[in-house]
């Protein structure tokens, strides 16, 4: 007589387990219960559970009128405890991490503080971490300890990606370091909301001296720089973006293959896309500024300047005056033969001129607004020299409270000729508030 064998969790093979651990990744709940099968199953389940560590801190309802926001740094401590006594039992869990992210109040990860000598033995335990994200964070504001163990994550050869974002620093310089202290290889960088003061000591002179002097092979080479907020100030975005592009021997910048910026202007990272021309692939631009064209009708950078160039975007956030149609019709003139575009982006808060009569928003139709037509003619006539072009995308914003978009209409003659084709073979895409289609 046959017995009938049920298979049980140690039977499955290892590809099923993924598959069924990929399912209920997000329940972390599950994942522990999953850990505690067989040993096939806790090395897949820890492998979800640790991937993603945020040390973040832990706020507390008060009922209190006018308390505001109050942390739990007990509850912070323990949590961290329970992390750190995991890195200690499983040595193999500082492999499994590969996304960190922190925003601890400074003052908690202050000197002779509990929490510091925690955190600064789990962030040396971790050796295989992709990406960092730091924030909220007055930098001098944390231990010592835990500012060199964070030190150590970021020269690991396996980071290839760094997020700053409102942190403070208490010069330039300190903020400089941050970045100059990345391992070697392709790192990507975004920053947002960075603030620092004037001061700078020769304690710090030096150091950043000392990584000047570092060998090619042991420097950084960005590959992408990315403002992250729209509160930036452009100033900060710009000095460090200049920095990067003046040829200190921290930070190899002549390759970078993405810029993107929502706020400040092209004028404050120029120096950066001039640096790393030939290998720019993608170019974010903020239309709000500085991009309405001069009265010498030259576009501060050439698209013959930038072969490698794939993507443009054209972004604003705020109804204004400036709209990016003539100076994208001077930019795509520009070009010097065939071109490598492949998308061009815009999402745009309408300017106001764009109605007969903004008192009333009475339409007026993009086709019928005339710098519109001269990018359509650059498109049209030039046609041989964006053989790669597949995609077009026009969004327009509209922001809470604000009509101006409204009266806007936008059909299939809004670029009669080089667009209408396009929109024909399904390359161009009109979206947005206020869209006529």
């Not at 003659?413 to 869209?435: C, F, N, P, Q, T």
Request: some cysteine; charged content about 20%; overall charge negative.
């Amino acid at each position: 007589m046959e017995s009938t064998h049920w298979a049980t969790a140690s039977d499955l093979p290892p590809e099923l387990v993924d598959e069924i651990l990929t399912y209920i990744a997000n329940d972390t709940t599950d994942l522990r219960t999953c850990s505690l099968f067989t040993p096939t199953w806790t090395q897949s389940s820890r492998a979800y559970l640790f991937r993603a560590v945020d040390i973040h801190p832990i706020k507390v309802v008060s009922k209190e009128e006018g308390a505001g926001t109050i942390f739990d740094t007990e509850a912070s401590l323990a949590r961290v405890q329970t992390l750190h006594d995991a890195l200690v039992r499983c040595p193999y869990i500082g492999g499994l991490v590969q996304h960190l992210s922190f925003s601890l109040d400074s003052a908690s990860c202050a000197p002779d503080t509990p929490l510091a000598p925690l955190l600064a033995d789990v962030f040396r335990r971790l050796h295989a971490v992709q990406s960092l994200t730091l924030e909220d964070i007055i930098w001098d504001g944390l231990a010592a300890d835990v500012r060199d163990a964070l030190t150590s994550v970021l020269v690991l050869p396996s980071l290839s990606f760094l997020s700053l974002s409102r942190l403070t620093f208490p010069t330039f310089v300190d903020l400089a370091l941050l970045v100059g202290r990345l391992g070697p290889g392709p790192k990507q960088l975004a920053v947002g909301d960075i603030v620092y003061h004037a001061a700078v000591n020769e304690a710090v002179r030096e150091q950043f001296e000392s990584l000047n002097a570092r060998p090619v092979a042991d420097r950084p080479t960005l590959a992408a720089l990315t403002e992250t907020s729209p509160a930036m100030r452009g100033a900060e975005f710009g000095a460090l973006a200049n920095w990067l592009a003046s040829g200190y021997g921290c930070v190899e910048a002549r390759k970078v293959e993405r810029i993107s910026a929502s706020w400040s202007s092209l004028s404050m990272f120029l120096p950066l896309v001039h640096a790393s021309r030939l290998a720019l692939r993608e170019l974010q631009l903020c239309a709000l500024v500085d991009l309405s064209l001069s009265p010498s009708g030259n576009p501060p950078i050439a698209l013959a300047d930038l072969p490698a160039l794939e993507v443009l975007v054209l972004v604003n956030n705020q109804v204004d005056t400036y709209d990016a149609a003539p100076w994208l019709a001077a930019f795509l003139d520009s070009r010097a033969g065939p071109t490598a575009l492949v998308r061009i982006g815009m999402r745009l808060v309408p300017p106001r001129r764009w109605h007969l009569d903004p008192e009333d928003h009475a339409p007026l139709s993009m086709y019928d607004y005339a710098p519109w037509t001269e990018v359509d003619r650059v498109l049209s006539e030039g046609a041989a020299d964006f053989p790669a072009l597949k995609e077009l995308n026009f969004e327009l914003a509209n922001p809470m409270g604000m009509d101006v978009v409204r009266g806007v209409k936008m059909d299939a003659g809004m670029l009669h000729s080089a667009m209408a084709k396009m929109r024909e073979k399904g390359i161009l895409r009109v979206y947005g508030s206020g869209v006529k289609r």
